[in-house]
Nanobody, 125 residues
Framework: QVQLVESGGGLVQAGGSLRLSCAAS????????MGWFRQAPRKEREFVAS??????????ADSVKGRFTVSRDNAKNTVYLHLQMNSLKPEDTAVYYC????????????????WGQGTQVTVSS
């Protein structure tokens, strides 16, 4: 059974940094790519970043490119997915979700089979 648990959200001032983490258990190589998505109030869920199983290939939404960095650690029983967020802006305020199970790194939420419960990130101006 795959389980994803996010942590690290919070309140930060504009220009600040946060590091999100996602502990994922039950994943195998066949559940390849992982990603981060976010959803702001009254908006649709949107892609933030994705990464391959090996961590060798990453992809970012244009809105976060150069500010956010996605990484992963494939431990024996648990995969840790991280999102380092720098130079945060008020428009980054959203609930951030960890996702896994896509066959390839993808910006399409429907391609991911597994989701965490989300962690709130609030950036004040």
């Amino acid at each position: 059974q795959v389980q994803l648990v996010e942590s690290g959200g919070g309140l930060v001032q504009a220009g600040g940094s946060l590091r999100l983490s996602c502990a994922a258990s039950g994943l195998t190589f066949s559940t390849n790519a992982m990603g981060w998505f976010r959803q702001a109030p009254r908006k649709e869920r949107e892609f933030v970043a994705s990464i391959t199983w090996s961590g060798g290939t990453t992809s970012y939404a244009d809105s976060v490119k150069g500010r956010f960095t996605v990484s992963r650690d494939n431990a024996k029983n648990t995969v840790y997915l991280h999102l380092q967020m720098n130079s945060l802006k008020p428009e980054d305020t959203a609930v951030y979700y960890c996702a896994a199970g896509a066959p390839v790194p993808a910006a399409v939420a429907a391609l991911y089979d597994y989701w965490g419960q989300g962690t709130q990130v609030t950036v004040s101006s």
